[in-house]
């Protein structure tokens, strides 16, 4: 069974401070997709970034980067000089990847982050 | 692009009522659509997976009768909660992977539903 941890509950930083959301999983797949979405007060899901199993590079885009550890099953995710419009739930999120057939995503429970200032 | 839309986006029934909720992919062909669930500051969770032009699988626990899932289309999936009860209400989102990109989900916006 795949499981996904954030353990983080809540996080409150004041702008312009780095903060790194964990993530911790679990899967017996060999292949695998990871993901980071972050969900506004509106609900709306946004996609953030997808990374397979075997890319280990991290990555950085803009002011968001992701650092992925397969031998700790993390994928955490780091937001440099936080803004107040970084204020949402961020989930991670993990899906298998057979091919031929569709990919349920296993979310884990979310941390809320708030930015003020 | 890439777009999935719900409607409607918020609703509000009558306890003992069925309540319809549509998912449409606007500008790809979606053979797999998902239903997710989500209480209030609570994760996502998956209730089934729509096939178009077959019946959806559910996930352990979620009762097939009472969540009727129907893709009759390659652009739409609809969720029927039927005989809805306060404990129903919650945040409906969909899902749609798009046929001609492997591993691409988009998902729409979100419906609210309340049951009174």
């Known amino acids: 069974a795949q499981k996904v941890t954030q353990a983080q509950t809540e996080i409150s930083v004041v702008e312009k401070e780095d903060v790194t959301l964990d993530c911790v999983y679990e899967?017996?797949?060999?292949?695998?997709?990871l993901f980071w979405y972050k969900q506004p007060p509106s609900g709306e899901l946004v996609f953030l970034i997808r990374?397979?199993?075997?890319?280990?590079q991290n990555e950085i885009s803009g002011r968001y980067s992701w650092n992925f550890q397969k031998s700790t099953s993390s994928f955490n995710f780091t937001i440099t000089a936080s803004q107040v419009v970084d204020s949402a739930v961020y989930f991670c999120?993990?899906?298998?990847?057979?091919?031929?057939?569709?990919?349920?995503?296993?979310f884990g429970t979310g941390t809320r982050l708030q930015v003020t200032l | 692009g890439a777009v999935v839309s719900q409607h409607p986006s918020r609703v509000i029934c009558k306890s003992g009522t069925s309540v319809k909720i549509e998912c449409r992919s606007l500008?790809?062909?979606?053979?797999?659509m998902f239903w997710y669930r989500q209480f209030p500051k609570q994760s996502l969770m998956l209730m089934a997976t729509?096939?178009?032009?077959?019946?959806?699988?559910?996930e352990q626990g979620v009762e097939k009768d009472k969540f009727l899932i129907n893709h009759a289309s390659l652009t739409l999936s609809t969720l029927t909660v039927t005989s809805a009860h306060p404990e129903d209400s919650s945040f409906y989102i969909c899902?749609?992977?798009?046929?001609?990109?492997?591993?691409?989900?988009?998902f729409g916006p979100g419906t609210r539903l309340t049951v009174t």
């Open positions: 899967t017996r797949d060999t292949t695998y997709y």
């Open positions: 899902s749609a992977r798009d046929a001609g990109r492997m591993r691409e989900q988009y």
């Open positions: 999120a993990l899906s298998e990847a057979n091919t031929g057939t569709a990919s349920k995503l296993t």
């Open positions: 729509s096939n178009e032009g077959s019946k959806a699988t559910y």
């Open positions: 500008d790809f062909q979606a053979t797999t």
């Open positions: 990374r397979n199993s075997f890319d280990e």
